[in-house]
Structures are given as C-alpha cells and as structure tokens.
C-alpha cells in the first residue's frame, strides 16, 4: 500500500470529526479515565513542537484507554486572557476579543491537522463569559469565607506595560512579557489567603502520585518552618519589634536587629531619628530594586544604622543598634529579624561590614573568618550552656520565653498570600463594589458575569491604574446593599485565575446553573493523569490545588485533591542544541513537519526522539527515520500471506505487545516505538506476515500513528474504526524464545556459545555444550572438576 498521508490523514480526520468517535459520554457503565493536558495560551505564532510533545503523552495514552475499553474524556480549551493579546491590541488597535478568536481558529487548525483525539464538543475559552461568571463566582464564594482581603503593598511594577506583575512575572528583575526592568511602586492589592490552606497543600502531597522532584519543588515553595516569635523592646518607647526564628536558642548571640526600609515605625518615630535624610536616600535606592534584587542577588551588603532608635535583647537586657537594609522586606514575616552574625553568613558579612560584635553562641567553627553554621555546644548562652542538641536547646528557650511573655513557639511558611489583581483590561473583572458608605461590597451573586465593556483604548493609565478606570459607564454604579452612588473595582484578575479550575469545567462545559453538575463531578474527578511542563508545578498546580481544595471544604466537588497523578515532559531544543527562540532562528514549525512529512510522522518523531522526560535537540534525519518507517509498515498490506512461514513472527509479536503495552504506561515512548521497528524488521526478515498478525501491529502503532493504522485497518476488512477496536493481548508463554543462545566457559573463561532449547534440563545443555567442536577440542584429554549451569545463561566447565 503506498502511503499517500497528505490523503489519508484528510481523510480520517474529518471521519473522525463526523462521528465524533472521541466524545466522552457523561455517567457510561464503563470504566472512565481522565486524561489532561495543560491547556494553550493561543498567541498569533500558534503552535510549537513543544506543544506537540507536551500533548503527545496523554494522546497516547487516551488512545490506549478507548481501546482498552474505558470512557475517556481527553479535552482541550484556551488559557485565552493575558498581557500579551492586551499589548498586541494596543500596538495594532485590534480588539482583544478579536485577536483571541483568531489565535484559537488558529490554534484548533492546527491541532485538529495533528490528529489529537481530543472532544472538541467540551472546548473552553476562560475569556469567554460564560466561562469566567464562574471564575467571578469562585472569587466571591472565597470573599465570602474571608480568604480575599486588600491591603497596600510594595509591588513589582512594568513601566512598559504599565502592570504590576507577581515575583513570579519579574524574576531576575525583568518582566516576562517584554523583558523591561521592573521598578518598585505602593498599590493597593487584592489577595487570596493561600497561606491558609498551606497544610493542606503540604499534607495533600502524600495521596497523589507525582514525580518526587515536583513534590520537592512544591515543598520548597511552600516552604514551611517551625520556630518562634520573639519580642524585641525598642527602648525609650512603648513600642515592640516582632520577629520569627526557627533557632531562638540562639538569642544570646543576637547583636543587632534589621528593618525593612518601608517599616512603619521608621516613620512614626522620625521625630526621634537624626539621620532621616539617610534614610529617605537609601528607601528611595530600593524602590528602583525589584524584589529579586533586593533578596537574592550575592551582593555588597548595604544598609542604614537609624541613629535614635535602639533595640533590646530580651534575654539578656542588651541594648543592640537597628539598621534598615534592602534584603528584609516587608511583606515577608514581620517586616524585621534579628541578626546573629556569629552563625549566619549573611549577618555575618552585614556585622563585618558595619563592624558590629560577633558573639559565639555555638561552638565548633572559627568566627573570626566566616560564620559557624553547624551544630555544637551551646557557650555564651547563660541557661543554655552546656547544651549539645539543638531541639532540646530550642525547647529549653521556648519554654523560657513563654514563661516571661516575650515569645511563643510558631509556624511559618515561605509561601506568601496570593496577589490577585492586575491593572489591565484584558482579564476577568474582580466583582467588588467600593461604596463610601458600606465599604467594600461583592457584587450580587445573581449579577455574575460581570462583563468586560467594550472599549477602543486599552493604553494603562500613566500610574498604572487598569484602562476600566477611565471608563465611567463602568466605574459609576450603585452600591448593592445600600443604593447609594458607588464605584467598580476597576482592577482584573491574574492570568493565573481561568486556569484554577479548568479542569472541572471541561466535566460539564455549557452549565449555566453551576460551575459543574455535581454528579458529573462525581463521575470524572479526579483528574487520573495530567501532563505538564516543569516549569507550571509550583505556581499552576500549587493555585489550582488551593482552588480545588476550597471547593472541596464549602462541597462543590468531591475530591480533595484535583490530579491524581502528575508527569512532566522535557523540552523539545533547536537543532543546535540550544533552547528554541525566534531570536536564534531555531524554531521548528510542527506545520511544516506536517506539510512536508505528514502528522504522523510529526507524532512518531516526537516520541522517539529520546527520553520523554528529558530536553532532546530536533534532528530533521531522525525526523526523515520515522517517514521510512512508516513507509515500511504501509507496505505490510502488500505481504499478506496465511502461509505457515508467519508462525515464526508469533514470539516477536507477543513480546512486542507485552512491552509497547507497558513502555506506553511507564511513558518509555520512545523505546515503544523502538519494540515496534524490532517488529518491523523481523516482517520483512520473515517477508510475509499474516492479516491477523498486521491488524495486531497496527493496533500497537494506532496510538502514536493513527491515520496510516486507520487506513490500513479498513484496507484489511477490520469492522468500524480502529481506534475503537480492542487493544491487544499477549500468552506469556509466546514471549519466550523457542531457542537460548548461552555462553560456555572453560576454567571461568568465556570460550564459546551454544544454541540450545529454552527451558532445556542442565544435563542436555552439558551435553550440547561438550558436542560443540571448539568446546571439545578445548577440553579433550581434561578431567571435569565441576559443571556449573546458570539456566539459559551460561555453562562453566571446571577441568584440570
């Protein structure tokens, strides 16, 4: 058969599209399976090979699932919100709602010309209005439980894009939509308080199946500590410093203290300070200092003694100097720490370079070059002297500081509240009413959506403020609880809200009751499998669990947690070796693979070209492989044959089967693929190969290469689509060669081999062994010490 795939792959598509043969039925007697994929964000280049690749597991994997009898729903939407369209529209003064319906006919295009079997009856678009009533109904639902509040905040700010932007958005100090250095501006900010659920992400982590890396990374983002909360007395006033440590067995070592710049006592107090010029100086440096800079750049240390305002040490009365410095801000813990330079670097290159005492409270290093950060014994330490264990060591002082109301054991987690709000025009509207005289009122429940209003200008105001605010039509309204003249919420929400939940309402996509029914949720959740890159497990996975686990506790679904098993796939890099980018001119057009080499040539290749898990560069030779190779199957149909010569492909076959079936499951793709070239070259070896042998091969390749399966299925009578037909089964008994080649040693020395009949009884390997003309020549005339018989491995004659 010759393989014409500009044709054949047409043709199946659209018989699939007609038949509709992957919709997943909603309540089947079947068992189901929930396959995902993180869903596109639809930019004007559409796809890339990485979408390709990021797709093609779960594809297979669905694809397996519908042959092995289960209910599949394998969907796809658009992640459609988001800074870039808004830029784009800016620049050309088209409509972001017009753009973003043409990237997804884009975006489905292509798809569709991949051949993925998603059901194109669920797709999702979060900025489509009926989509994000349900994100706005979310938010209140979290309003009205006390998990949104608004409060000032320094703020990573683009002065390009006119937004502010999460640590995550600007890190290294750039924004990621058009690399501009970020500056520092006072907003007022919505947040989720995700800090509240962050024992929940932590203990939820122990029910899912997730790679242990991305277990890891999500712990470490959380970032929880155990420790305590000491009082620190500035003298003179009737004022108090806070602070967290997780060692407060180490306050005897505490010789001075650090505010953030922006504390607000700096400024209650200023009338005490004498050196404020100073201070206003260094605050007004940071403000051009992005968070990242200020916290994790290795650099010079910097700071500002606060000439008027002392601390005191409450464990031993000390007077000690408070200086502000870039790298304690305050949204992080209380905004100020203590500093014990004799056991921490940092403190100790802050102490060295504003020559500040350094005691030793642990012994066991030499703090006269570079802090000791180690365990040891306790010195310096008064009461804790002589302790050697730290747990005890903190215990002891937990005890002590409790007892004199200074302190108190405490918790807490690198993981910050959530800042929920962007000043753009292309995002989900935040449905709050601000009212002079009832405050801040949610928008009725009955009003949702809150719709974006149509406007020409979507330019940020000069400060930052979202383009709605110039829109009085919307801005203007009456306040629902009182009636009075009141104003709009004129900030969006993150990119990051759409895709919190998406996953549920692909379970039941045209409700306009309910986010979902909840039988529906009942029958789907959890999702069994989603797929992702490395580069979406904290920020995505981790607010999507947070959202999924507060449905959970008011019972909108049924599970807990939303996935129950996670896998990423690594990156797809340019022929060079290097990470794709249109500014190296490395990018690989998946379309152009397609055009040129057909789709199915374009899945196998992606699959195949290395461990899924791991970043592989692009090879157009291995690419032209995969084309020959399917040419190679296609011409199976012109080898059909029931001659008895078929029989010796029977063991390939069910070792074949029994390996693609498992490779496929552990996500081993590639060598998969490579069992089934193994098969390949044995039916040409054999050169014929029977109908039922074909239709079991081509039931193996259906998922990575379906259109040329589909073809070759109906060419060979099989009944309905392939892609429906029943996945294969193996004999264990047929997956053992008839025949075992084993080594034969003289002495422990490798001197030969001998073919002989698998499972044979080890006195007819001996005598197969010594019938071997070399093996008898080497041992004629030797007297047989031992005879030594691994099964259907190796023989060791020991003679002398």
Not at 47 to 59: C, D, F, N, P, T
Not at 569 to 595: C, H
Request: proline share 5%; charged share 25%; net charge negative.
């Amino acid at each position: 058969m010759k393989h014409n795939f500009r044709k054949i792959e047409a043709k199946w598509q659209q018989k699939w599209d007609e038949a509709k043969i992957f919709n997943a039925v909603d309540g089947s007697s079947k068992p189901k399976f929930y396959g995902l994929v993180e869903f596109p964000y639809p930019s004007g280049a559409g796809m890339h090979v990485g979408h390709i690749k990021a797709y093609s597991s779960l594809e297979v994997i669905s694809r397996k699932r519908r042959m092995e009898g289960y209910n599949v729903l394998f969907p796809i939407g658009f992640d459609a919100f988001g800074l870039p369209t808004e830029n784009y529209a800016i620049k050309t003064g088209k409509h972001p709602r017009v753009i973003t319906d043409e990237n997804i006919a884009k975006f489905t295009n292509q798809l569709k010309k991949v051949g993925f079997s998603f059901d194109w009856d669920r797709v999702i678009d979060t900025t489509d209005e009926d989509y994000y009533k349900w994100t706005q109904w979310i938010f209140l639902k979290m309003y009205e439980h006390g998990l949104v509040f608004r409060s000032k905040a320094l703020v990573n700010y683009c002065p390009s894009c006119k937004v502010v932007l999460s640590n995550e958005d600007s890190q290294g100090g750039h924004c990621d939509i058009c690399h501009s250095e970020v500056i520092q501006k006072s907003k007022d900010v919505w947040y989720l308080r995700i800090t509240e659920y962050a024992d929940k992400l932590l203990e939820g982590l122990d029910h899912v199946d997730y790679p242990a890396n991305v277990k890891q990374q999500q712990i470490n983002w959380i970032g929880k500590s155990t420790g305590a909360f000491v009082d620190f007395k500035v003298d003179g006033v009737d004022e108090q410093l806070e602070i967290y440590t997780t060692r407060p067995d180490t306050l005897f070592g505490v010789t001075f203290m650090v505010m953030a710049p922006e504390h607000p006592l700096i400024d209650k107090y200023a009338d005490r300070i004498s050196n404020m010029d100073a201070i206003k100086a260094y605050r007004s440096e940071c403000a051009k200092k992005t968070e990242f800079e200020r916290t994790q750049l290795v650099k010079d240390k910097t700071g500002v003694k606060i000439e008027g305002l002392e601390a005191v040490n409450p464990v031993n009365g000390k007077k000690i100097p408070i200086f502000i410095a870039d790298y304690v801000m305050m949204g992080y813990g209380t905004g100020a720490i203590m500093a014990v330079p004799a056991h921490d670097q940092r403190d100790y290159d802050f102490a060295k370079a504003f020559n500040i005492d350094i005691i030793e409270v642990i012994k066991g290093g030499d703090i006269t070059k570079e802090a000791y950060t180690g365990d040891g014994e306790m010195v310096n330490s008064e009461f804790l002297n002589g302790y050697t264990n730290k747990k005890d060591s903190i215990k002891k002082m937990l005890e002590e500081l409790t007892k004199q109301g200074i302190g108190r054991a405490g918790v807490q987690f690198k993981m910050k509240d959530w800042a929920f709000n962007r000043q753009r025009y292309w995002g989900e509207p935040i449905p709050i009413v601000h009212c002079d005289n009832c405050g801040v009122v949610p928008v009725p429940y009955e009003e949702l959506p809150l719709r974006l209003p149509k406007v020409e200008n979507f330019e940020p105001g000069v400060e930052g403020e979202s383009p709605l605010a110039k829109i009085d039509s919307f801005v203007k309204c009456k306040c629902p609880k009182c009636g009075r003249d009141a104003r709009r919420e004129t900030d969006t929400m993150p990119q990051w809200a759409g895709s919190s939940w998406y996953f549920l309402r692909y379970i039941d996509p045209h409700n306009d009751k309910c986010l979902a029914d909840p039988e529906k949720l009942k029958y789907w959740m959890p999702v069994d499998w989603y797929n992702g890159g490395m580069e979406h497990v904290t920020r995505h996975v981790i607010y999507s669990r947070f959202w999924h686990h507060f449905l959970y506790d008011i019972g909108v679904v049924n599970t807990p947690e939303p996935y129950a098993k996670r896998s990423i796939q690594g990156l797809i890099l340019g022929p060079d070796g290097d990470k794709m980018s249109k500014s190296k001119g490395n990018v690989v057009d998946p379309l152009d693979i397609v055009e040129d080499y057909g789709a199915d040539t374009l899945r196998t290749y992606v699959l195949f070209m290395g461990d899924y898990g791991a970043a592989t560069p692009w090879n157009e030779n291995s690419v032209k492989g995969c084309k020959r190779f399917l040419e190679r199957v296609a011409g199976f149909t012109d080898m059909l044959s029931e001659d008895k010569e078929t029989e010796k492909l029977e063991t390939s076959l069910h070792k074949t089967i029994k390996k693609v079936s498992s490779d496929i499951e552990d996500m081993k793709f590639n060598t998969a693929i490579a069992a089934l070239m193994t098969l390949t070259n044995d039916v040409y070896n054999v050169g014929k190969i029977s109908k039922e042998q074909l239709q079991t091969f081509i039931k193996l390749l259906c998922p990575f290469a379906p259109h040329l399966c589909e073809e070759m299925w109906e060419a060979t009578g099989g009944e309905g689509f392939l892609s429906l037909a029943s996945w294969p089964t193996y004999e264990e008994a047929k997956t053992v060669d008839a025949q075992t080649e084993i080594g034969v040693q003289i002495n422990g020395k490798l001197r030969g081999t001998v073919v002989i009949p698998t499972g044979a009884d080890k006195e007819e390997v001996f005598a197969a062994a010594k019938a071997d003309p070399r093996i008898a020549s080497l041992v004629e005339g030797k007297t047989f010490v031992k005879e030594i018989y691994v099964p259907n491995r190796v023989v060791n004659f020991v003679v002398k």
